[in-house]
Nanobody
Framework: QVQLEESGGGLVQAGDSLRLSCAASGRTFIASRHIAWFRQAPGKEREPVSAISRNYHTYYADSVRGRFSISRDNAKNTVYLQMNGLRPEDTAIYYC???????????????????????WGQGTQVTVSS
């Protein structure tokens, strides 16, 4: 079992920044897996935000590229999502997810699919006011 816990969400104004954290615990250390962030706004489907491979390659949705930055600290078993220039449309619950595989090829092509992940956190709320 792997437990993921997100933190760092909150209520901010447009243009502000937040840093989300995803801390992992359990039998598997995240160093061997890829980790992603997804978000879900009320009434909408869960959508991909960003991901980082076990080899530190990063991936971003077009809507956040240039504003968000993902990083990982394997020694702390934690992945971060630095969010700058927040917009009201970024308002959502943000979830981190642990990849079901450790290989890179197929996952890199499919990183945005929820089916690539076997463990999810409970989410942290991000609300951006205009």
């Amino acid at each position: 079992q792997v437990q993921l816990e997100e933190s760092g969400g909150g209520l901010v104004q447009a243009g502000d920044s937040l840093r989300l954290s995803c801390a992992a615990s359990g039998r598997t250390f995240i160093a061997s897996r890829h980790i992603a962030w997804f978000r879900q706004a009320p009434g909408k489907e869960r959508e991909p935000v960003s991901a980082i491979s076990r080899n530190y390659h990063t991936y971003y949705a077009d809507s956040v590229r240039g504003r968000f930055s993902i990083s990982r600290d394997n020694a702390k078993n934690t992945v971060y999502l630095q969010m700058n220039g927040l917009r009201p449309e970024d308002t959502a619950i943000y979830y981190c997810a642990h990849s079901a595989v450790s290989g890179g090829g197929d996952w890199a092509r499919n990183w945005a699919r929820t089916s690539e992940y076997d463990y999810w956190g409970q989410g942290t709320q991000v609300t951006v006011s205009s």
